[in-house]
């Protein structure tokens, strides 16, 4: 999924999400009719689905183009493309942005807008970005901004009808509220698995119109784990002022990028001779078809995993040859499931130690009082034995390349790193209050996720202090982590200048889980 559309998707549904969440609370709260909250979020979807292209162009400083301003040849493109499917040619905009993203958004095809990035331009060769574009073409012709708004209508009104109906004093109304929640669950799953669906549709009206699946095969390496390969140029361009291959420029103006839970990630995919290496490609793409976790996030995406993406566009052999074609059915079941149950149940051990806590209390006489003191005390060592085994300290020194094929690793099973490069950007592109960083090394660039113990303090950091960082020398200590998206987790940083960065969010955690045996502690022997 194109990060910046991510980004998009994450800012409309924090702002319309809580005008929902007030504007419900407040009919709920005066014992409004249920048609009544249904109309509203009707209103609610339909004002976002109105504003929601003007807030996307305003967040993101987009700069909008005519096609011929980049190329010719691509204008042609687009102009013959758009008239063989019948569909206007949509408003062209570039974000000066490093990374190569691209997404498309509006009301109707009739008023669509498709953008793409300074780093897609770059890092991509005509036919991939061609391939790209005609992908956004794609949600076009098939009117995805509509089919999704109205999609996304139905977990909101069963959720309504979920709060309305919890409160009933009618003898069978819980049935209903029961009901409706587990329905409102399940809808949103299938709106999401709807929205993968929209993405092979896309990927395969690209294929088809560009006649060139690989091209876009080959373009989801990049964009998906920014696997970037040099293109190839004539030694005489017909075009002289057409743009060099040289990155350094786009990098070094690269904008802001976020993210709690996708950053982005991204490696050259090259040998030292400077060719493109298919192994590296492999290695990019194995964490994907190995990891469980990779379908657990999936599960939970709009898009599907990238691995997939490029195996239904037959492009999958093609790229990397047929004899080194990771194998999916391989260890799945064997070394990566038993790692995944590892981490499943390091991740729920302050719930189970709050379940051994109540479970102790049970034998006891001590009441409410002994139940809450033994689950702070069994719930905060659960909690620090997790911190402990997310946050492992013995850092060593590694390349951006050296991460990217590692499979056992996740979001709960780090591994901890020393990483040097230069800060070429922030996190989300365009938003002056992004914490996250930028770090490429001589092998890739990666997203460094900034977190203090208060949000409040990560927004100060951005506002006031990320744009300072950008284009220093750092070496930073962290954790290398497997989420939506791989990232860097930051500890430390060190400057060119002498400069140092500190997140304190790590000890902050385990105060927290001290203070919480404490408290328990303290309880307990008062009772």
């Known amino acids: 999924m194109s990060v910046l559309l991510r980004r998009s998707i994450l800012v409309l549904g924090l702002l319309f999400g809580l005008l929902f969440a007030v504007g419900t609370a407040v009919l709920w709260h005066f014992h409004q009719p249920l048609w009544l909250a249904l109309l509203f979020a009707v209103l609610t979807v339909g004002l976002q689905y109105l504003l929601g292209p003007s807030i996307i162009s305003w967040v993101f400083r987009i700069n909008w183009h005519s096609p011929n301003e980049l190329n010719p040849e691509f204008a042609k493109f687009l102009s013959d493309a ?41 890092m991509l060769s005509e036919q991939e970005l061609e391939a790209v574009v005609g992908h956004e073409l794609g949600h ?32 069978n109304a819980w049935v209903i509220a029961a009901g409706s929640y587990i329905a409102y669950i399940l809808s949103q799953y299938i709106v999401l698995f709807l929205s993968r669906i929209r993405e092979y549709y896309a990927d395969q009206y ?49 904008g802001f990028f976020s993210s709690k839970g996708a950053s982005h990630f991204a490696m050259a995919a090259s040998d030292p001779s400077g060719n493109f290496s298919s192994e590296n490609m492999i290695r990019a793409m194995r964490w994907d078809i190995c990891n469980p976790w990779a379908k657990w996030f999936e599960l939970n995406s709009t898009h599907p995993l990238p691995a997939k993406r490029i195996a239904e566009l037959g492009g999958y052999a093609d790229n990397i040859g047929p004899t080194q074609k990771p194998d999916a059915n391989t260890q799945v079941m064997t070394d990566y499931r038993s790692l995944f149950l590892q981490d499943m149940a390091i991740a729920l051990l302050p719930y189970i130690g709050v379940g051994i806590g109540c479970a102790i209390h ?85 997203t460094l996720v900034y977190r ?76």
């Open 82 to 122: 758009c008239a063989a499917e019948k569909i206007p040619v949509p408003k062209f905009g570039i974000i000066e942005d490093g990374n190569p993203n691209a997404f498309t958004f509006g009301h109707t095809p009739k008023d669509a807008r498709v953008v793409v990035t300074r780093g897609l331009i770059d």
């Open 140 to 171: 076009i012709k098939h009117w995805d901004f509509v089919v999704m708004t109205i999609a996304s209508l139905v977990p909101l009104m069963l959720y309504i009808i979920y709060v309305w109906t919890r409160n009933e004093r009618k003898s």
């Open 206 to 254: 690209s294929a088809e119109m560009t006649k060139n699946p690989k091209a876009l095969s080959s373009a989801l390496v990049t964009i998906a784990y920014g696997l970037a390969k040099a293109k190839e140029t004539d030694p005489e361009p017909k075009d002289k002022k057409k743009r060099k291959t040289d990155l350094s420029p786009a990098m070094a103006s690269m």
């Open 362 to 446: 049970a034998g006891g006489n001590s009441g409410i009082v002994g139940a809450v003191a033994y689950s702070l005390i069994f719930g905060g060592l659960g909690y620090a034995i997790r911190i402990l085994f997310s946050y492992k300290s013995d850092f060593k020194p590694a390349e951006i390349v050296s991460l990217v094929g590692e499979t056992e690793v996740s979001h709960i099973r780090p591994i901890p790193a020393e990483i040097k490069g230069q800060v070429i950007g922030r996190g989300l592109p365009g938003a002056f209050w992004s914490s996250d960083l930028v770090l490429q090394d001589q092998n890739g660039f990666v």
């Open 452 to 527: 203090q113990p208060l949000q409040f303090l990560a927004f100060l950091f951005g506002v006031f202090k990320a744009k300072d960082i950008v284009g220093k020398q750092a070496t930073v200590r962290g954790w290398y982590r497997r989420g939506p998206g791989p990232y860097f987790e930051m500890k430390d940083a060190v400057l060119d200048d002498g400069q140092t960065i500190k997140c304190y969010y790590f000890a902050f955690q385990l105060v927290l889980a001290a203070i919480s045996m404490a408290i328990g502690a303290l309880i307990a022997m008062n009772s």
